[in-house]
């Protein structure tokens, strides 16, 4: 399925924004999966010719990060950190209670839609607040199950978040990041890597 026209001309304004067409690919995926919900090899390739990059390039900046889903899921993204910090502070007991709670297991979606639900072993980087989550690409720390039923029974009617990428402002040629290895996510909080599968 072709891209929108509106989508299209964010991905060249992007482009034009910087010094290096590969500074763009984060936000031309921001808006592929903005407008179809996830990025999809067609948008993939989409993103490729108006950039005039590789598509494999593209894929593996898409496959790299998991901010980036390659399959429908819910409107809420749930992410619990169970890596050493959280984990000694209940993280995988509070998960399997998540899945309770919610009726699935881990990578599945709510039947409703609502909320895809998923663990990481991978440090989220707010030991300080374990045992915590990623709801959004947002933090959300110290939970309890009383929290998390809190943020559940939000998260089941509020819409979904905007994926928009921020309006960048011009950057100046000589402070351009270099765009194939970015530190900080485009519209989220912190880029997770993929996990491998297993
Ligand atoms: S171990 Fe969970 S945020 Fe660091």
Redesign the pocket.
Known sequence: MALSQATVEKIQDFARRYPSAQSAILPALWAVQHEVGHVTSDGMREVAQHLGLPASLVEATSSFYSMYLTKPEGRHDAVM?V?????LRG?EELFAYCEQRLGIRDGQTTSDGAITLRSTIE?????G????MQIDHRFEEDLTPERVNAIFERLRTEPAPSHEPPQAAAVPAATAPAAATPKRPVGGSRPRAKKADT
């Open positions: 950190c890596n050493v910090a959280c984990a993280a440090c989220l980087g707010a030991c607040g374990a045992p915590m």
